[in-house]
Structures are given as C-alpha cells and as structure tokens.
C-alpha cells in the first residue's frame, strides 16, 4: 500500500514546498492581471460547480420520481468516456461566430453574409466555459449517485423508506426530497469536492473556451510555469498554491453551509402542515416546467452535436460562412494524424498500461488493507483530485526531477498512474468494500482457498464494476494534459496535447481529427467494459415434459 502512499505524500509535500516561496508571492501581489483572473476563475468555478449540483439532483428526483433513471443513465458512458478537452473544442465549433448554430440561421434569420464579431467563446465572462463544465461534470455526478443507489442495502433501505413517505400522504418529489436526498447528498461529497477543484483550477478547458483577457488563475499560473525566467516560474508556483487555498476555503465555507442547514432538519423530516399549504401554490409553477427527460435530451444534443461537429470538421476541406456543410472534403487530417500514429500508439500504452495497474492497486487496496485504515487513509489518495492541477503537476515533476524520471515513459506512465488512481477507487468504492461477507463464509466452509473465492466468486459478481472502473482509468489517462507535458518534457505526445495545442491554431480539420480521436478511444473502452461486465445468462430449462 505504501507504492502509492508515500508518492503521493510526497508529490504534495513537494508541491506545497515549491507553492511558498517568498519571492513569488511577492511577485504575484504585484502582477497586474492576478486579482481579474482569481475573480474569473471564482465565478467559473463556482458557478459551474452549483449548477452541476442543482441539475444532477433535479435529474436525479426526476429520474426516480418516474422511475426512469435506468433509462437515462444508459447513455451516460458515452458522457463519461468523452474527454474535456474534446468536449471544449467541439463546443467551440458549435457555438463560435463561424459555428453550426450560427450557420443554421444563416443568412435567412440574420442576414449575416459574415461571421459576427461576438465573443461567443472566449467570452469576457466565462459563460462558456461554465456552460462546458456543467454540461462535462453532471454525466460525472449522475454517474457516482447512481452507483450509491444500486447498492443492494441502501436501496432496499431507502425504497421503504419512500414508500412509507408516499403512504402517510406525502408528494414523491417531497418523499425524495425529506427521505432519499438527505442521505444521498452526504455521500456525493467528495465527488463534488473534485468537481469543485477542478471546475477552479481546470487550465485545458480554459485554453480551449475559457476567457483570454484576462485568463483564469489556472491558465495564467500555467503560463508562467512555462517562462524561462526562474522569479516568474515562481510567481507561477505561488499562483497555483493561491489556488489551493481558496479551493480549500470555499470547500470549507461550502461543508459549514451544508451542516448549518441540515442541523435543522434533524428535528423533523417534513414541514408542517402549515408550510405544506403554503406552498402549494408556489409548487403549482414548478409543476409547468419541463420534465427531466427534457433536460436529458438536451444533454443528449449538446454532445451528440459537438461531436458531429467535430466529425465533419476533421473532413472539412473549404467551408465558407454560411454554408451548413463544407463545400469541399477532404482526408487530409486522417491522413497526418495516420502518419503520426506514434502519438496514437503511446496513449494507448499510457492509458491500457495505467488503468490496469490502478486496478489491481485498487483491488489490492480493498483486499489487503483493514476497512478503518481504508476510511482514514482513503482521504490521502483524494489529494490528487482536490488540489489544483497545476499545483500538483508542479510535485510530480520536482519528485521525478529528484527519481531520475523526466522525460522517461516509466515516468510518465507513473504520473499517469497517480492521476487515474483516485478516480478508480471512486469508482469501485460504492460496490467492491461492501460485498456480501455471506459469500465467503460459504466459500470457506466448502473448503475452498481465499484465492479460489476471489477468481471464482468474488470476481465474477463484480465484473461489471471492475470493468467500469478500468475504462474510467483509461478515460482519465488519455484525458491528462499537464502530466503529459511536464513528466514527458515534451518527448511523448498524445492525442489531447495535440488536440490542444491545435486548438489555439487555426487548423481546424487538424483539431477535429485529434478531438474526435480523443473521444473514441474511451468510448471504445467503455463499450468493452459494457460488454465483459453484461450479466451471464443461463440456459432456461423447459417445462414440459418429454414424450
């Protein structure tokens, strides 16, 4: 347990170090631009960060009040699968002044013969990096809930419970919100902590949608990384230790909050009668609102036309504005991404080699180690999604620079590893610590060995959450930006820092190609895990009886 322990330990204790150097703060508090790009990458980031809340628990009450969550949730793999920086530029071409919403209404509603000069992307205020955030994060959030809710002991628990509520006369939205949502949001905890410091601290996402003048704090900390000048790398460093103090400290405020309002509720599960009254009538409005099945579909369209605007952009040869589609196609992109399959090539390694080795740590992790010691310690593998990228980028590369591994694949494929491990165990943590200790009392009273349990028992039931959590790994692999550039010193290149870097460019069939690249891969994992873990279907025996 200790080969994931003390790197960790010691990629935040370097990163931390590197983060209070004196001379940088000095140099940050005198920076023109760092108060503008703190404020922006607030706002991104707690706006994001509320409304992927707000959406995920209306869809959730939604989906369960009419009992079509699991038809829902049977496209969010596709959700998950796509990468954010895929999802950002595919974004962009929707939405930009040459995009296809524009070109749709082009020139019969508009009469633009040109594309307008509005900050549609890019924009001074960061709308659209909060639109792409939320839209990136809810699949994420829907996702973990759904895992607590398939859990055999809280769902049974929980349906009671409703059902007691919808007997004694109460409302299903009023029985989920007073019963299921008071003890279903507590878990969702640390999950929204992640979202919360990455919607903060997100930098490829911002390069790609999010405001340029000034940038969010991220990007700006990144881009003085990136200065030759050793004061401006540390004024960098003290940028993304500014970043982790204020995810900490809205994190903090966020959790007061939240306990301030759930002491009250201690006391009684529903409102009174009184109240009940009152409000009917401010719950009449709500009822003309559209359903959550609307709010899915909607979902449903902003990726299915993101990437259909990146698939046609990656054949998109000359494509004037207005023309809906191009006027001329071509290959060309498929065919420079075909002669540079070596990038191809190393993020499949990166991403098979790193999610199968977060895999077996994590089932190691659940086997080996003592649940209280797994509660306690589990916190510390969470360090990777709450502190800043930027700011943990900045202790992998000090502890590589001191293990000899920059610019190595061992290295690189490490740092990957570190990334994906977190979100592995998150995503085996509803299913694989509470298995059912009744089937290895069987197992050992038929005299069967721990290890002929675990292959033939165990294993198989779990199949399904296994496999879902190897694509996870495999989908945050190929999605690492930053890792990939620090930790590779700019010797290994993958599909997303290439599809970045293309995006600043003007390439736009180039981009595409990367983009839509980007995004198949983790689908065709997803699909896979989806396949290995269908549940086995036996053979029925036929009642009648033979003549």
Known sequence: MLTAWLPTAWTALLALGQATQPAGWEALLTAPQWLGALSLSLWTGLA????????????????????????????????????HAALAIGLVFLLAPSGWLLRLVSPGLTGFELPPPWPTTQDPWGLGLILALAAKEIPFMMWIAASQLQREDLRRRWQAEYAVALTLGHKPRDAFRHVIWPQLGPRLAWPLGAVLAYSLTVVDMALVIGPATPPTLAVLAWQWLQDADGLTQQQGAAAAGLLALVSGGVACCAWGLASWRAAPRKRRSFPSQTRMDELDGRRRWRLSWPTGSVGIWMLRCL??????????????????????????????????????????????????????????????????????????????????????????????????????????????????????????????????????????????????????????????????????????????????????????????????????????????????????????????????AAWLGRPRKFPQLSTRSST
């Open 48 to 83: 994001s960060t509320a409304l992927t809340w707000w959406a995920s628990a209306w869809l959730l009450a939604q989906g369960l009040v009419h009992r079509r969550l699991s038809r829902w949730l049977k496209g969010m793999p596709v959700m998950l699968a796509t990468p």
């Open 303 to 528: 990726y299915a036309s993101s990437l259909l605007a990146l698939l046609v952009g990656s054949f998109a040869g000359l494509w004037p504005f207005p023309a809906l589609l191009p006027t001329q196609w071509t290959t060309g992109a498929w065919h420079s991404v075909w002669q540079s399959r070596e990038t191809l090539s190393t993020t499949l390694a990166l991403g098979l080699a790193s999610a199968s080795l977060a895999l077996v740590w994590s089932v190691a992790w659940f086997e080996l180690l003592p649940r209280a010691w797994e509660v306690r310690l589990r916190p510390l593998l969470y360090l990777t999604l709450l502190l800043p990228g930027v700011l943990w980028v900045l202790g992998m590369h000090a502890l590589s620079l001191y293990a000899g591994l920059d610019g190595h694949w061992l290295g690189l494929l490490w740092a990957h590893l570190l990334m994906a491990l977190p979100y592995v165990v998150l995503a085996l943590s509803p299913s694989y610590p509470v298995f059912d200790a009744r089937y290895a009392q069987v197992s050992v009273s038929l005299g069967r060995s721990r290890w002929s349990f675990l292959r033939d028992v165990k294993w198989p039931l779990l199949k399904r959450a296994l496999a879902s959590a190897f694509a996870v790994g495999f989908a945050v692999s190929v999605a690492q930006y930053l890792p990939t550039l620090y930790i590779g010193a700019g010797r290994f290149s993958t599909v997303t820092t290439e599809a970045v870097a293309l995006a600043a460019g003007a390439q736009r069939s180039l981009t595409s190609a990367y983009a839509w690249l980007q995004w198949c891969l983790p689908v065709a994992v997803f699909g896979s």
